[in-house]
């Protein structure tokens, strides 16, 4: 699964400086120690208005505390993974056989590997050997003379009876004295804490102290200046003398002074590269590009630690509820806002029951930590599919291989390998690229790896073979057949690459061929083109002057047509009104009248 190598400092309370003890969340996001913020707290309850230590942020009643659970079960991961002091291997102790740098103190040897190791290389050793248990004893420096072949371990009881005798040997008191001694110096530390500690950044001001840097140990990309207190990181070499403390890679430098308790640090940098500033022990490595040279505690922090319990993902934009428990802003909002009737809202968890409802904060320890998880997730192909070659070692779900062992007989992941490597450093193995035809390359006669070829029967044999039954044939070493075999296909390459060209060439041609037939069917095309939009515009032109004269034929006919129309209407209505007269006057009683008009 995807973890993150997550430092402790992450998870100190801003307050005492030390590891978040009973861890709890306030309203503005920002973690403490329980008993921290409640001390706080208390120095302001006669003001009845209570302040987050960091960001201000005042708050009216005092809020209820609650245990954030995420955070707790972090704190205590991590507090199982402090670095110990003497990891390194001094005078008289035996040396870890793998670790590279500095050597840190072998913890076990192993009588088949004939190795020693140190507790991380020794844990590599165990989860490696998991199918097939090696035979381990303390760790010893006479490991191949004493032990060379032994299948057993150190003698138990001879240790166990000089432990015995020491501590018998001891004067009783001293036990006494030594534990007064360390109770005296915790309430001493507890006391000068309590009242010294300042809470304003002045306070914190009148007991600051300059450090000026060690010129001895100064990286020679870093120039030193303002009496040893300014550092610039230059593309130049600056002309130090060799000395054996200084940095040889790493652009580091060390403090002159050295210091011990609880101690806040500040720095002014300009640019666009950070700056680390850290605690390291006096003896840290300065050579080489190793990691011993700037490490930190840090633990490996899974991402299903910080997994929504309402959405199942990565938290996003996480918060802390009164009761302790951590969700998505969103996820939390939403089923709040089904709860709005009732007024009263509950813990998707725990159940237990908010009213009014409580505002929401970003708890930005936790925002941090998701932030830098969301930056390593595994790639989605690690996992083996069908037809991929598994990692041996792999438990549950297995991942892609990326490389097998010809000596261990076993396929790796790229995590496995590194480990692989990291073990055998000294005895380089054999490998190859990842198959899953390992059993192929093994004899299985002899149970020998094939890497003699019998040309006399064209197969690949094991070293025994060749002394058995394919004694005085011709045979030749693997690699030698190969190479043999890699000029006849090299030959057998440069007459299809012949071939090849040769082909290209008649199909560049063949195209040729077919572009000129293109280019000359284009001209007669283009001309009957040509033709046949003269003939339409001649066709369309005729078209128009015809219907042009039908219309100007018709137009003449109407006018004639009309003009007789007119006519024959006037004609008729002269006639109309001339019968009527006709009608009218046959009606009338006065003859000379009648007569008279008959006659005009």
């Known amino acids: 699964m995807a ?54 942020q005042t708050f009216s009643p005092r809020p209820a ?88 371990v150190s003698a138990a009881a001879q240790r166990t009876e ?51 840097l060690d010129l001895n140990t100064v990286n020679k990309n870093l120039r030193l200046s303002e009496r040893n207190r300014v550092i610039t990181n230059t593309d130049t070499d600056q002309p130090y003398h060799y000395h054996p403390d200084r940095f040889d890679y790493c652009e580091q430098v060390l403090c002159r002074e050295s210091v011990c308790g609880r101690c806040y640090w500040e720095i002014e940098w300009r640019g666009v590269v950070g700056v680390f500033v850290s605690v390291s022990y006096k003896s840290i490595n300065r050579k080489g590009r190793g990691k011993e040279c700037c490490k930190m505690t840090e633990a490996r922090i899974s991402q299903d630690e910080f997994m929504c319990p309402v959405c199942l993902d990565l938290l996003k934009d996480p918060v802390t509820i009164p009761c302790g428990h951590s969700y998505c802003k ?30 929401l904060a970003k708890n930005t320890i936790l925002a941090e930590v998701v932030e830098k998880l969301k930056k390593i997730k595994l ?84 070293v025994l073979c060749t002394m058995d039954e394919h004694k005085n044939h011709n045979t030749v070493s693997a690699a030698a057949q190969r190479t043999e075999k890699q000029h006849q296909l090299k030959e057998t390459q440069r007459l299809l690459q012949q071939r090849i060209q040769q082909r290209e060439k008649d199909l560049q041609q063949l195209r040729e061929d077919v572009e000129s037939h293109k280019r000359s069917a284009q001209t007669p095309v283009e001309d009957s083109e040509r033709i046949f939009t003269e003939l339409i515009r001649s066709i369309e032109r005729s078209r128009s002057e015809a219907t042009q004269r039908i219309r100007d034929q018709e137009k003449t006919a109407v006018s004639r047509a009309e003009g007789r129309l007119e006519r024959l209407e006037q004609e008729i209505n002269d006639l109309r009104r001339r019968d009527a007269e006709l009608e009218q006057l046959s009606h009338t009683q006065d003859h000379i009248h009648f007569l008279q008009v008959t006659e005009i």
């Open 162 to 212: 000089k432990q015995s005798f020491q501590s018998l040997s001891a004067p009783p008191e001293s036990t006494d004295v030594n534990a007064n001694l360390k109770e005296l110096k915790k309430i001493s530390d507890r006391v000068s804490f309590t009242n010294i500690v300042p809470w304003t950044r002045n306070d914190f001001l009148q007991y600051s102290h300059h450090f000026p």
């Open 379 to 462: 790639p989605a192909d690690c996992y083996a599919g069908a037809g991929d070659v598994q990692c041996d070692v792999c438990t549950g779900r297995k991942h892609k291989a990326v490389k097998s062992c010809l000596v261990c007989l076993e396929s790796y992941c790229q995590n496995h390998l590194e480990q692989h490597e990291s073990l055998f450093k000294g005895k380089r193995h054999n490998l190859t690229e990842a198959t899953g035809r390992l059993q192929e390359m093994i004899c299985p006669k002899h149970d020998k790896i094939l890497e003699v070829f019998c040309r006399t029967d064209q197969k690949c044999i094991c």
């Open 3 to 56: 973890e993150a190598r997550i430092s402790q400092d992450e998870f100190m309370c801003s307050v005492c400086l030390d590891f978040l003890k009973d861890p709890v969340t306030i309203h503005c996001g920002h973690s403490y120690c329980k008993s921290c913020i409640n001390g706080y707290w208390d120095q302001e309850d006669q003001k009845r208005v209570y302040s987050c230590p960091q960001c201000r």
């Open 330 to 359: 969103s996820c939390i909002t939403g089923c709040w806002d089904q709860e709005d009737q009732m007024r009263v809202y509950s813990c998707p968890q725990c159940r237990q029951t908010f009213s009014p409802r409580p505002a």
């Open 65 to 152: 505390l609650a245990k954030n659970t995420i955070l707790d079960e972090m704190v205590e991961k991590l507090k199982k993974i402090k670095l110990p002091a003497d990891c390194y291997a001094g005078a008289g102790d035996v040396q870890c056989d793998v670790c590279t740098g500095r050597k840190h103190k072998a913890v076990k040897s192993c009588l088949v590997c004939l190795e020693s190791y140190c507790q991380t290389h020794f844990d590599r050793h165990e989860e490696f050997h998991s199918r097939k248990p090696h035979k381990v004893t303390e760790a010893t420096g006479r490991l191949i003379d004493e032990h060379k072949n032994h299948d057993t």
